[in-house]
């Protein structure tokens, strides 16, 4: 017989009734039941109960266990009797009779219980992370995690990628976000960084004749935190592909993700592919976002026409400005006074003036509130027939500019959606977003920027950046969406020298700086670089949204808590001074007031 165990605690079923097995585990549970001693025995595979009775040799050792010591049982294998099966455990038909036991490791005193599943501060669960992992919840969401990039690697490979690994030191970036500095040792002064992404050496993959890359790649940002975002790291499935348009990127990453969800979603529909592509300028005019939780099916339009010239004074003296709007966010079935009130008192928390409505007053038998009463019957019902509302609806209203007020007008149709129940939860709900503009123009200094990646290439390439006002130019860039949440951003790559000196000549970089700050991509694609383009979904926010969690610590083994701190390991935390010495380091730390 095996040292520590015949089966593990998830296998034993009917089937094996008489068996003699031996069983290692942890006590996740134990009961008195008037001189037999029930215990729920737990591994990585399921729970098993088992049965001491006051005879068997061991039983003392049993009574004193706290729960969580790893115990080795020997025993047999009995059926339940019919009103004591479990239907809710795969193990539930049976129980092991034990004729023998050791204790293989005693528990302290617990500071975080592991049976149940009550919610205690995220701090004492960081720096208990050991025994946190052992509670049902998140350690099915860590296997899961394993499951999921199982999956993502059988499926990149069977298109036909390849997978290859690329450097963790590395040099600092100059764009993007702060970057995890490493110093060297053997070079005094010089610092190397850690990726925070892989993003030029899987081009320079493609510019070395590599055809389809892929990698589960880990990025290191020094950054906050967010609930969808771990902060210090993180990992994604980053890939890229020569010779394709960004077409051809869709049609390989979507029987991926779709198979993935499919795979894992419990029985939840997720978008057939080809997904839907959604321009971002209809994105943000629609949805109010450039990542819209199509689940919700509330569609905004600019209604701009129904109040410019008169009507409702303030929306008129508002329109006065060309570049002002009115946009309009439908809310069916939330005709009442009560609702609308709840609306403009959420607005006014959200530091706004308040927020515009028409609703569908019972007691006038006709649409009310002071919008409806100053355009007028006629022209109110011509309004909201244009947004498809009738008897019971309500409708709510944004004005300014939008693009200033779009993001607010987005969270409003967020916030109508939800709280009329008209969001979805059975559902996993795919779109692309694409044509991003290549530019956008700095309020602030009044110059043309870069408004996304300014390594992608402009679509029209060289002749668009000659001819066209920067602010018309589109980019081959995209987004994946599910459920509200981006997934990746990507493009099709500026593989040319001379396209991207322009692109960044608009945006008032001068080719000396282009060259210094870039020249090393720039060298590499003047000896013949393919077309390219590529992608990288987050497998964190990937597994998060699998498993139906709200904060991505929930699926990461160990993460960092909110300040960047491992809380079990005690990192960061100071070094010796002579591990600064070797170095070459002398610490300046912040003067405290």
């Known amino acids: ?170 040099a600092s970036s100059p764009e993007g976000a702060r970057d995890f500095l490493v110093p060297s040792r053997l070079h005094p002064g010089q610092f190397y960084a850690l990726p925070q992404a892989p993003q030029q050496f899987k081009q320079l993959l493609m510019v070395a004749g590599f055809d389809r890359y892929f990698q589960i790649a880990p990025c290191f940002r020094d950054e906050d935190a967010r609930a969808d975002r771990s902060p210090g790291e993180f990992y994604q499935l980053d890939v890229e592909m020569s010779f394709v348009t960004q077409e051809d990127v869709f049609a390989a990453i979507e029987p991926v993700l779709h198979g993935v969800f499919e795979e894992f979603a419990n029985g939840k529909a997720v978008t057939p592919y080809p997904f839907p592509r959604l321009p971002y300028r209809e994105a943000i005019s629609k949805y109010g976002s450039d990542k819209p939780d199509l689940r919700n099916p509330l569609v905004m339009q600019d209604v701009s026409e129904r109040f410019r010239g008169g009507g409702f004074g303030l929306f008129a003296r508002i329109l006065e400005d060309g570049k002002n709007a009115v946009w309009a966010i439908p809310g069916p079935k939330g005709g009442s006074r009560a609702f609308c009130d709840r609306m403009n008192s959420w607005a006014q928390g959200e530091g706004q003036p308040g927020l515009g409505y028409v609703f569908w007053s019972e007691d006038q038998g006709g649409w009310g509130g002071p919008i409806a009463k100053n355009l007028g019957a006629e022209a109110t019902d011509g309004l909201m027939g244009q947004l498809g509302l009738g008897k019971g609806d309500a409708a709510f209203f944004v004005a300014g500019d939008p693009k200033v007020f779009y993001k607010f007008a987005g969270l409003a149709r967020t916030k109508v959606g939800t709280d009329l129940g ?148 005690n990192a960061p935390s100071e070094v010796s001074e002579k591990q600064l010495k070797e170095l070459h380091i002398r610490l300046a730390p912040p003067i405290k007031a």
């Open 1 to 170: 017989m095996h040292a520590y165990r015949t089966h593990t605690c998830g296998a034993l079923r009917a089937a094996d009734t008489g068996k003699t097995v031996r069983v290692s585990g942890w006590i996740h549970r134990k009961r008195d039941h008037g001189g037999l001693v029930f215990v729920d025995l737990r591994d990585n595979y399921g729970l098993t109960q088992l049965v001491i009775s006051p005879e068997t040799p061991g039983f003392n050792l049993i009574e004193r266990a706290r729960t969580e010591s790893v115990i080795k049982v020997d025993g047999e294998v009995v059926a339940r009797s019919p009103d004591t099966v479990n239907p809710n455990l795969p193990t539930g038909e049976i129980e092991v009779r034990v004729r023998g036991l050791d204790v293989l490791s005693e528990a302290s005193e617990l500071p975080l219980p592991v049976f149940g599943e009550p919610d205690y501060p995220e701090e004492l669960r960081l720096k208990h992370r050991y025994l946190d992992l052992r509670r049902e919840t998140i350690h099915r969401n860590v296997l899961l995690r394993s499951q999921v990039i199982a999956s993502i690697r059988r499926r990149m490979t069977d298109q036909g990628f390849n997978e290859f690994q690329t450097p963790i030191l590395t």
């Open 422 to 569: 008209l969001v979805s939860d059975d559902r996993f709900d795919f779109v692309w977003i694409v044509d991003f503009p290549m530019y956008e123009m700095n309020e602030e200094t009044n110059h043309v920027d870069f408004s996304h990646n300014p390594f992608s290439m402009p679509q029209g390439e060289l002749d668009a950046l000659n001819t066209k006002d920067p602010l018309d130019i589109l980019a081959y860039q995209y987004d994946i969406v599910v459920n509200g949440v981006e997934l990746c951003s990507g493009a099709i790559r500026n593989h040319r020298p001379d396209i991207m000196l322009r692109a960044f000549e608009i945006a008032g970089y001068s080719a000396e700086t282009v060259e210094r700050e870039f020249g090393g991509m720039l060298n590499a694609f003047r000896y013949g670089a393919p077309p390219h383009g590529g992608l990288a979904p987050g497998v964190d926010r990937i597994v998060m949204l699998l498993a139906n969690q709200s904060n991505i610590r929930e699926v990461i083994a160990f993460p960092l808590n909110q300040q960047g701190q491992d809380l079990m390991m």
